[in-house]
């Protein structure tokens, strides 16, 4: 059994290893070994397609609580911060679609661009994931911090970017023309800086692959969220659960600052375990102000059934 074990183990190893070597977009069965948790509707390549209505909400939710409810489920390492932000204003929202780069060598570098040319890929490298992008998708590229000859993007693949996706980007590394990105009405960038270098000695290795931001590991098909103080990344299975929690907290917080500045309920109150009077009070208050719910009914009152006050 053992032994039987480690050959089906290494022919899943050097299964993916080669279909890796042969692709430079993940194949849909990688996607599906590496996503299998996620239940729900795929795009065509594999890739977690988390619905349009929850990635709406997503950008009305704030990072703490999003952070807090990940933590409960054992996902520790998914936010990141240290960005320069282009319309810092502005929330990203959206599914990722991730890219890897890599310091250039010409045993790397000229395989896959031949195996881009031999795929009927069009322009440089670091066009190829863009033209992927759908409505809804932010472009997040692991380009290992390199700032100088590390631009991912200037103002050109910007609007395309921004025309595809209607979102932006999440560079660990740079971009080039800020004034012309600046200038593309709902385009948000959280970018390691900006430089008016072109990309030089680095290449694009692998689209829909798992990457490393910072201290995230990102998977395809997690949603990003981005405001001021960075950026979290949630699996796609967790979607739903972190988006519902976080505004269950929202409301609650929202219900709580009502009645505090209303002198209804001292702070002790409020900030610990609610009373039967506090709970009866709330539900009430949901009742009587439907207008506030985020969530549909239904969403609330399934998620009510299971909710530990």
């Known amino acids: 059994m053992k032994i039987s074990l480690k050959i089906a183990f290494f022919g899943l190893f050097f299964w993916s290893s080669q279909a890796f070597a042969q692709n430079i977009q993940w194949t849909k069965d990688q996607m599906l070994i590496f996503t299998s948790q996620w239940k ?28 807090g409810t990940m933590k409960n489920e054992g996902y520790n390492n998914q936010f990141e911060g240290g960005w320069q932000i282009i319309h810092p204003d502005k929330v990203l929202a959206g599914r990722v679609l991730t890219t890897q780069y890599m ?67 999440v560079f660990d590394g740079a971009i080039r023309d800020l004034e012309g990105l600046e200038n593309i009405d709902g385009f948000v ?28 590991s990102v998977f395809p098909g997690d949603l990003v969220l981005g405001k001021r103080e960075g950026v979290i990344f949630i699996p796609a299975h967790l979607a739903e659960k972190v988006i519902i929690n976080s505004e269950f907290i929202a409301l609650r917080d929202k219900f709580g600052i009502q009645r505090l500045k209303e002198g209804k309920y001292t702070p002790g109150q409020i900030d610990q375990a609610w009373s039967k009077e506090i709970k009866d009070d709330f539900l009430k208050w949901i009742n009587d102000n439907p207008k506030f719910l985020p969530m549909s009914r239904a969403e609330l009152d399934k998620f009510m059934k299971d909710r530990n006050w």
Do not use: H
């Open 189 to 216: 960038g959280f970018i390691r800086g900006a430089d008016p270098s072109y990309i030089k000695e680095m290449i694009m290795t692998c689209i829909n692959c798992p990457i490393r931001i910072g201290r995230v």
């Open 103 to 169: 310091p250039s060598r010409p045993d790397l570098d000229n395989p896959i661009k031949e195996k881009g040319k031999s795929e009927g890929r069009l322009g440089s490298p670091n066009s190829w994931p863009i033209d992927l992008l759908q409505t809804g998708d932010v472009y997040v590229a692991d380009g290992y911090g390199k700032i100088i000859d590390g631009t991912l993007i200037g103002d050109n693949l910007g609007n395309s970017i921004y025309a595809k996706s209607k979102t932006g980007v």
């Open 40 to 67: 729900g509707d795929r795009f065509p390549d594999g890739r977690p397609k988390v619905s349009d209505d929850l990635v709406k909400r997503l950008a009305n939710i704030s990072i703490e609580e999003a952070w």
